[in-house]
């Protein structure tokens, strides 16, 4: 049974950083896209930022030039590099894992993220 993991989420101050991690367990294929979304309060769940196992990334405008994601593919491990955090990025951060292009991913089961002074 996959199971997706995710931690690092925490309180920080406007301007600070956090990096979350996301591990992927029990799989017997190889990993294609690893993704993290967030879910604001009253906000639908949106994409942050995803990478392929060829390593293409992408992000949503808002993350753009701040956040960073990566991925260790020997670990199925995925992580999100947050600077420059603002009130705005305050929400529940999810990762999903698909397996392929189509597949509707692997869910876990969130980690906060807060940006409060």
């Known amino acids: 049974q996959v199971q997706v993991v995710e931690s690092g989420g925490a309180l920080v101050q406007p301007g600070g950083s956090l990096r979350l991690s996301c591990e992927v367990s029990g799989s017997t294929f190889s990993i294609y896209m690893m993704a993290w979304y967030r879910q604001a309060p009253g906000k639908q769940r949106e994409l942050v930022a995803s990478v392929t196992i060829g390593d293409i990334r992408n992000y949503a405008d808002p993350v753009k030039g701040r956040f960073t994601i990566s991925r260790d593919n020997a670990k199925n491990t995925a992580y999100l590099q947050m600077n420059s955090l603002n009130t705005e990025d305050t929400a529940v951060y999810y990762c999903?894992?698909?397996?392929?292009?189509?597949?509707?991913?692997?869910w876990g089961q969130g980690t906060q993220v807060t940006v409060s002074s």
């Open positions: 999903n894992a698909r397996l392929y292009y189509t597949h509707p991913g692997y």
